[in-house]
């Protein structure tokens, strides 16, 4: 197994894994119900590959897990991120203030079924941590309040810290920080 930084030649590859998983963050009872979880076109991809971070699990030449982060100037072209950077002021962070200029969004994270519980979601979370380390203190994510797998992920495993809980588009969701080197703690 093999945790690097995507190339330009992945943006295909990633771009059909995440329409293959738009749905899987949603419970089973909000499939097919005009609700998506959030994609990003080939497009995206590259850009994020170029200016920002992706990191892939790769085995036998065939990704099977990837996490994304980027800057806010990316992410913000989304209602949601938008109003999650309005949230930002309001937050009671104990180590520092966060802003827009000193954090980045960090996901999704995405590990194929046959891999999962194999140590790789730790990985990828410690390569991408290391990547955005050289630019920025924190990284924020939100995970929605039905989605107990990944939320129990990020706050044992990656010991991601919930600062907010916040409503959007009729689901809640948690925010959650994360330092991206001990300097932070």
């Given amino acids: 197994m093999s945790i690097r930084m995507a190339t330009l030649t992945d943006a295909p590859a990633l771009a059909a894994l995440e329409q293959s998983q738009l749905q899987d963050e949603l419970s089973v009872e909000q499939r097919g119900n005009n609700l998506d979880g959030q994609s990003f076109s080939q497009t995206?991809?590259?850009s994020?590959?170029?200016q920002h971070w992706i990191a892939v699990a790769e085995l036998n030449n065939q990704i099977v897990g990837y996490?994304?982060?980027g800057r806010?100037?990316?992410f913000k072209q989304w209602p949601i991120y938008r109003h999650l950077?309005?949230?930002l002021p309001k937050i009671d962070y104990e180590r520092a203030k966060l802003t827009e200029t000193n954090t980045c969004q960090y996901g999704p994270i995405w590990i194929a079924a046959a891999y999962r519980g194999q140590g790789i979601f730790e990985a990828l979370v410690k390569r991408i941590k290391?990547?955005?380390?050289?630019?920025?203190?924190y990284m924020l994510t939100f995970i929605a309040e039905d989605n107990a797998g990944s939320f129990a992920a990020h706050t044992r495993k990656a010991q991601m810290q919930v600062v907010d809980f916040v409503s959007f588009d009729e689901r809640d969701y948690y925010l959650l920080v994360m330092p991206t080197t001990d300097s932070y703690f």
């Avoid at 290391?130 to 203190?137: I, R, T």
């Fill in 130 to 137: 290391k990547e955005v380390a050289n630019d920025l203190p």
């Fill in 72 to 74: 806010w100037t990316f």
């Fill in 48 to 50: 994020l590959i170029k």
């Fill in 44 to 46: 995206d991809i590259t």
């Fill in 85 to 87: 950077l309005k949230r």
């Fill in 67 to 69: 996490v994304f982060a």
